[in-house]
């Protein structure tokens, strides 16, 4: 199996474009985290889907952000517009069921400047 | 206060020490997780244990729920470890949300 794939690795954008981060999940696994990481903050779980459904989403950070998971090999993360503090590193998570052992992706460096 | 607190944040160790790092939390969870994250930003579960002890090659978790404590050991290190090891404890009420430590910074010295 090829691991948990985000994409892509690296973004380096201007404040106020949209950013899509995007993740494919091991085959077979039903519950899919995004976690943001930066230097103050740590690790953070900004959503959780289950069988494709947002089951909490509390980690998200504002309006500005959104997640989507059109089936069980896709989830998108959305920035909209973006702005210079979501500078971070995102990681896609995938696990057989929420209470089990997750697999992270490479995760994507952003860089919003 | 953090829900989640590990000692030490930083820890350089020679080659061929024995290593214990210790994560502490002041919820009420049934499982913590130890991931470790190279210095490349990849990162990897390590366990998720519940009770008593688990081992996997040259790591050993163990964790006591009772005292809401858990330590993970590396024998016999190696540069090889370097990495910065972080234990995280699912939410009691969600059990999704997690609660992350600040994380050790692991440095194995040849």
């Known amino acids: 199996d090829a691991g948990v794939i985000q994409s892509p690795r690296h973004e380096v954008t201007e404040m106020g474009q949209e950013v899509t981060l995007r993740c494919k999940p091991i085959?077979?696994?039903?519950?899919l985290f995004w976690y943001r990481q930066t230097m103050m903050r740590g690790l953070e779980l900004l959503i959780y889907f289950n069988n494709n459904v947002p089951i909490d989403d509390s980690g998200m950070p504002e309006d500005r952000f959104s997640a989507k998971m059109p089936n069980a090999s896709f989830s998108t993360l959305k920035i909209q517009p973006s702005e210079p503090r979501d500078s971070a590193v995102y990681f896609c998570a995938s696990s057989l069921g929420s209470q089990e052992t997750q697999y992270f992706g490479p995760g994507t460096r952003l860089l919003v400047l | 206060k953090n829900e989640v607190e590990q000692s030490p944040q930083n820890l350089t160790a020679q080659e061929g020490e024995f290593i214990t790092i210790n994560c502490s939390y002041s919820v009420g969870i049934s499982a913590l997780h130890w991931l470790q994250q190279h210095p490349g930003g990849g990162i990897v579960s390590l366990f998720m244990?519940?009770?008593g002890k688990k081992k996997h090659g040259r790591l050993i978790a163990t964790i006591n729920i009772q005292e809401k404590h858990s330590s993970l050991h590396i024998t016999a290190s190696h540069p090889r470890d370097s990495a910065v090891y972080i234990c995280a404890a699912p939410s009691p009420n969600t059990g999704n949300q997690f609660y992350f430590g600040t994380g050790t910074s692991l440095t194995v010295i040849p």
């Open positions: 244990l519940s009770s």
């Open positions: 085959s077979g696994h039903n519950s």
